[in-house]
Antibody
Framework: QVQLQESGPGLVKPSETLSLTCSVS????????WSWIRQPAGKGLEWIGR???????NYNPSLKSRVTMSVDMSKNQFSLKLTSVTAADTAVYYC?????????????WGQGTTVTVSS | SYELTLPLSVSVALGQTARITCGGN??????VHWYQQKPGQAPVLVIY???NRPSGIPERFSGSNSGNTATLTISRAQAGDEADYYC?????????FGGGAKLTVL
């Protein structure tokens, strides 16, 4: 069973770049799409974007100008970079994967990591 | 952009049936997925592609999708079903989540 674990700084200063990594265990990263989703405290889920192991990406249009995703197959990891962060980017960040056989539903999620943007 | 509309809150008596609706323009033409999220936890997929349950999800959870409304039905509601529920679709190669509905079991 594939498991996901997010890691990265819990505190980022305004205007700087948020960088997170999701480690994949129990399976190969080469088989699926990999997404980042975030959730501000007390609010709903917001999809940030996804990457396939070929490197192809889809990003949320509202964040596209600030988002870069990458995948490192040798480490079984994928990453998120979000530039020019503000307090509005404070949230729990989840990595998740989609099963093509389930019409790309997010069937596996990481536990989430809290990122606070503050000076 | 595509929008999904859920009620902010839904209440159900213990043991009764809860229905949570997800509205969207011609949503019946899309695959709808449903997630359950309890406080402090990551979301869990409870229904995929309108009406399919992943293994480990009780048969009490079911779904339907037609026209402009998708519905998550929870039969014989239990206290443990109290959670936020989100619907989700794909539209133009992007993911859309509904705003979330809080289910309260009375």
């Amino acid at each position: 069973q594939v498991q996901l674990q997010e890691s990265g700084p819990g505190l980022v200063k305004p205007s700087e770049t948020l960088s997170l990594t999701c480690s994949v265990s129990g399976g190969s990263i080469s088989r699926y799409y990999w997404s980042w989703i975030r959730q501000p405290a007390g609010k709903g889920l917001e999809w940030i974007g996804r990457i396939y192991t070929s490197g192809s990406t889809n990003y949320n249009p509202s964040l596209k100008s600030r988002v870069t995703m990458s995948v490192d197959m040798s480490k079984n990891q994928f990453s998120l970079k979000l530039t020019s962060v503000t307090a509005a980017d404070t949230a729990v960040y989840y990595c998740a994967t989609q099963d093509p056989s389930r019409s790309y539903a997010f069937d596996i999620w990481g536990q989430g990591t809290t990122v606070t943007v503050s000076s | 952009s595509y929008e999904l509309t859920l009620p902010l809150s839904v209440s159900v008596a213990l043991g009764q049936t809860a229905r949570i609706t997800c509205g969207g323009n011609n949503i019946g033409g899309k695959n709808v997925h449903w997630y359950q999220q309890k406080p402090g936890q990551a979301p869990v997929l409870v229904i995929y592609r309108d009406n399919n349950r992943p293994s480990g999800i009780p048969e009490r959870f079911s779904g339907s999708n037609s026209g402009n409304t998708a519905t998550l039905t929870i039969s014989r509601a239990q206290a443990g079903d109290e959670a936020d529920y989100y619907c989700q679709v794909w539209d133009s190669s992007t993911v859309v989540f509904g705003g979330g509905a809080k289910l309260t079991v009375l």
